[in-house]
C-alpha cells in the first residue's frame, strides 16, 4: 500500500469517471488501486478525508466521479432489511455528497428528495429521506426546497422529520419561516 502522500498524488489525476468507479468499489470494499486503508473509520469518513486533501482540480473530478455515482444509487424493495447494501451505499454518498456539495448534482438529488424515493429506507438507524433533505439544504434553501418541506410535512407526520424540516427552514434566516412550519404542522 503507497503512502497517503503518494496516493492522494495518483487520486488528482483522476478523471471523473476514474473518482465514480474508485469511489464506488471504496465504498463496496472492493480493492482498488491507489490503495487507501480507512481504518475503522465508514467509507463515508474516510472518503471526506480523502477528499479535503486534494487539490482543488482534483477536488472538482471527484465532485463530477460523485455526480455519476447518485444517480445509480437506487433504494431496495420494501421490506427490505434495513443494513442491506443498497441502502449502507445510499447512506454513504448522501454522507460524502453533503460534505462535499457537488454542484452538478443539486439536480438529481433534488429530483430525488421530490420523488420520495427513499422514504421510509433507514439505515444505521438513520431515515434516508431526512439525510436528503439535509443535502439538499447544502446548497441552500430555495423557493422550491422550502415548498417541498412545507408540503411534505403534511404528508409525513412524524416528529423528527418536522425538527430537520424546521432547521433547514432556519437557514432561510432567523425571521418568520420556520415558524411558519410549526404553526402549519402542530395542531
Not at 445510499?90 to 454522507?95: A, D, K
Not at 409525513?156 to 411558519?180: H, N, Q, S, W
Request: net charge negative; proline share 7%.
Amino acid at each position: 500500500m503507497p503512502n497517503i502522500e503518494t496516493a492522494l498524488s495518483l487520486l488528482s489525476d483522476f478523471s471523473p469517471s476514474d473518482w465514480a468507479t474508485w469511489i464506488d468499489h471504496f465504498i463496496d470494499g472492493t480493492l482498488v488501486e491507489p490503495a487507501i486503508s480507512r481504518g475503522m473509520d465508514p467509507a463515508h469518513v474516510a472518503l471526506n478525508t480523502i477528499y479535503d486533501q486534494l487539490p482543488e482540480a482534483a477536488k472538482r473530478s471527484f465532485s463530477a466521479g460523485l455526480t455519476e455515482l447518485l444517480p445509480s444509487a437506487q433504494p431496495d424493495k420494501i421490506g427490505a432489511p434495513e443494513n442491506s447494501t443498497n441502502s449502507s451505499r445510499i447512506y454513504s454518498l448522501l454522507q460524502v455528497a453533503a460534505h462535499v456539495a457537488p454542484p452538478q448534482a443539486k439536480a438529481v438529488l433534488l429530483s430525488r428528495l421530490t420523488s420520495e424515493s427513499l422514504r421510509g429506507v433507514t439505515y444505521a438507524g438513520w431515515d434516508l429521506h431526512s439525510l436528503l433533505l439535509v443535502v439538499c439544504s447544502q446548497f441552500g434553501v430555495d423557493q422550491k426546497l422550502s415548498d417541498y418541506i412545507f408540503h411534505s410535512v403534511q404528508s409525513i407526520r412524524d416528529f423528527a422529520y418536522l425538527v430537520i424540516c424546521f432547521r433547514m427552514l432556519t437557514k432561510l434566516g432567523p425571521e418568520i419561516t420556520p415558524f411558519l412550519l410549526l404553526e402549519q404542522a402542530l395542531p
